[in-house]
């Protein structure tokens, strides 16, 4: 163990993360000769947002009506940028930093659960390199602040639960309240942490009363200020949610897939059909529904609410099918996963192809699409083996730190686990992005790191007796 520290300390590893993030970004400066490079997505819609907010004190969207699709946390992140007039470099500072200070998180939690210095040590490093932490600290994504506050959220539960303080609890709920601000994803996650809460809260003998009381403060923070922006929509755009993103999702990404399969047509094909190609087509959703053909925004997205769940009421075994199938999306084999990809695109390398690379290898096969890859753009295949092979490395030894885990659980290891099957649920969207899998980034680094370490000891225990022959 003193020889693993002496060559990766704490310090080490932390320098180490702060330099590859910042070597990314002088490089592709350099490359670039601009920073066209942080735009990614979504990017120009949150900046809308951001710029009208810090102008007018209203948060609008394009048309200049009440934003409902984006809640208001990254938007307001990106506020210090603007005032500083130099958004792009000051936001991806502060991107860095707070992904350095993810680093730092990682290591105290996986200190926190296994109590093993070593795995501590080697998950903090494996995120510290994990290339696709390292690629969207670069861009004005959110992706980065809400892995921040999702890990900084299981940090403070877990200290709650060690030694638990009111000042401690306040915290968690409001740091958890901020990552659903920047990101709806985490808006369900109260009601997984009421029973594990309630159970470990109990377990500890701190009283029923007393846990229920702590289980409803933590919890209920959030609650408060859900119901609060949901009412901020309610009054200024007649819509009755926190997010018209999860009236989007049930119908477009629930009901379609359930409506092609019914009519025994491709998911793509229905998407156009029905106006949920990108971007969601509201002319569309007006023409094949003539009772909403005069409603507003916020009426064809309560519209399409109301009609996903009906469709999906209708075909609950085909919506478990195509959630299942969804869920398998998002953890399929990386080799050509989309973080490549964005690496690739990022230095202007991707195949430009009228199908692209993701195209080619639906249309004609993954052995096609890796040799045509390999003959056109060899940088290109080697950079998706590289990263391919990287995560094959993670996702093995975290699989070995998850069945380490499970025979001997507590509540942190049960917490993580649990966690990480709620965003494979709640993120496992049709044609996900691989940026999707970042929001349990960390839980698979520390369960990474645990799975590695035990490996290493175990193979130290083998080879032991046979060196000292």
């Known amino acids: 163990m003193k020889s693993f520290k002496k060559l990766f300390s704490l310090k080490h590893i932390l320098f180490l993360g702060l330099s590859l993030r910042i070597a990314l970004l002088l490089f592709l400066l350099a490359v670039n000769g601009d920073l066209s490079f942080v735009y ?14 810090l102008e007018t004190g209203r948060f609008t969207d394009l048309f ?36 350095c200070i993810t680093i730092l998180l990682v290591y105290k939690i996986s200190l926190l659960i296994f109590k093993k210095e070593r795995a501590a040590l080697l998950s903090s490093l494996l995120f510290a390199v994990e290339p696709l932490s390292i690629l969207y600290t670069i861009k ?63 377990r500890k003998r701190n009283g029923v009363i007393q846990s229920l009381i702590y289980t409803l403060m933590i919890v209920g923070i959030p609650f408060v200020s859900i119901s609060a922006w949901t009412a901020r929509n309610i009054h200024q755009a007649n819509y009755a949610g926190f ?16 409506l092609a399969d019914n009519e025994g047509i491709d998911v793509r094909e229905m998407f156009d ?21 005069t409603g507003g925004r916020s009426e ?79 940088l290109v295949f080697y950079i998706s083996a590289i990263l391919g092979l990287m995560l094959v490395f993670y996702n093995l030894t975290a699989a070995l730190g998850i069945i380490s885990a499970i025979f001997k659980p507590n509540f942190g290891s049960v917490l993580l686990l649990s966690l990480l099957i709620y965003f494979l649920i709640v993120q496992g969207v049709p044609y996900s ?22 490996l290493i000891e175990r193979l130290a225990a083998k080879l032991r007796p046979m060196l000292s022959r």
């Open 243 to 258: 997010s018209m993103k999860s009236a989007d999702v049930l119908y477009c990404y629930g009901a379609v897939p359930i």
């Open 300 to 378: 064809i997205y309560t519209f399409l609410e109301e009609k996903g769940k009906e469709i999906i009421l209708e075909n609950p075994r085909n919506f478990l099918k195509f959630t299942i199938h969804r869920i398998r999306g998002l953890i399929k084999f990386a080799f050509f996963d989309p973080d490549s990809g964005a690496y690739a695109k990022t230095f202007k390398l991707y195949p430009k192809s009228k199908a692209g690379l993701m195209g080619d290898i639906q249309s004609n096969g993954l052995l096609y699409g890796i040799i045509k890859l390999y003959r056109e753009k060899p």
């Open 40 to 53: 990614h997505g979504d990017t120009d819609s949150y900046l809308h947002c951001a710029m009208k907010l």
């Open 433 to 454: 992005q691989a940026r999707y899998r970042l929001a349990f980034g960390t839980i698979i680094c520390i369960f990474s790191g645990y799975g590695f370490s035990n």
């Open 140 to 202: 004005i994504m959110s992706e980065t602040l809400l892995l921040f506050l999702l890990t900084y959220f299981i940090y403070l539960l877990l200290k709650f639960i060690r030694k638990p303080k009111i000042n401690k609890l306040i915290l968690s709920g409001l740091v958890l309240t901020c990552s659903i601000f920047v990101k709806p994803a985490a808006m369900y996650l109260p009601f997984l942490l009421i029973p594990l809460l309630l159970f470990e809260l109990i």
């Open 273 to 293: 059909k029905v106006g949920c190609s990108r971007p969601v087509s509201l002319s569309k959703f007006r023409e094949l529904h003539p009772e909403i053909s």
């Open 64 to 99: 200049g009506e009440p934003e409902i699709a984006r809640p208001p946390g990254y938007p307001l992140f990106l506020i210090p940028g603007l005032w500083l007039n130099n958004v792009e470099i000051v936001t991806i500072l502060l991107q860095i930093g707070l992904s």
